[in-house]
């Protein structure tokens, strides 16, 4: 199945039966969005995301757009196992600033 036949198949309601139409995704290619087509009910409104068809490696943009995705990903997924990971060391680090805070103002305060 290519892209036009996606594109241009006629597409039925998945909750009342009734024709819908697919509509372009406006947010395709932002953060997560890898669905480039939603369907749209003509008669009750429901909205479903087009099931995406795994295009070989011809078109470059929805491809960099999933792994910019996985990138920051995994990076966010680094960022939280390394502050769990020190989580104490942070608490530690947390505590010697308010000391430290605290002091520095008891001193100025005198
Ligand atoms: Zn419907």
């Known amino acids: 199945m290519n892209e036009s036949n996606a594109r241009t198949r006629p597409r039925w309601c998945s909750r009342c039966g009734a024709r819908a139409r697919v509509i372009e995704n406006p947010y395709y290619?932002?953060?997560?969005?890898?669905?480039?087509?939603?369907?749209?009910?003509?008669?009750?409104?429901f909205v479903e995301f087009l099931p995406t068809v795994r295009a070989p490696r011809a078109e470059s943009q929805p491809i960099a757009s999933a792994d910019d995705a996985s990138r920051a990903a995994r990076l966010q997924g680094a960022v939280r196992g390394w502050a769990t990971k020190s989580r104490v060391s942070l608490f530690v680090l947390g505590g010697l600033i308010a000391v430290t805070a605290g002091v520095a103002a008891f001193a100025l305060t005198r």
């Not at 290619?29 to 409104?45: E, K, M, N, Q, S």
């Open 29 to 45: 290619g932002v953060g997560l969005a890898v669905h480039r087509y939603l369907t749209g009910c003509t008669r009750c409104g």
